[in-house]
């Protein structure tokens, strides 16, 4: 789940229990979107600041960050993991 307060929470579906929160150190604009990579062990972030932010599941870590412009409304990642994209409200 994204939150307000721009951490994402991983849960396990079976016993519902927070596995991972993913945050950034410095705090960071509200998530607006978030997708799941089919093939990869990533998370693609839309925030409010107009940054996506690609997390990698196994380390817990910001692997990249990318600026769309305005507020990302929402992201989506290729079937492959090989490509992102971003919507602002631009």
Partial sequence: TGSFDGSVKVWHCASGVCEMTL?????????????????????????????????????????QVFEAGEAVRSVAISRDGCHILCGDAD
């Fill in 23 to 63: 945050s950034t150190l410095s705090g960071s604009a509200p998530i607006l979107s978030l997708a799941v990579c089919p093939v990869e062990d990533l998370v693609l972030t839309g925030s409010l600041d107009g940054r996506c932010r690609l997390w990698e599941l196994s380390t817990g870590s910001m692997s």
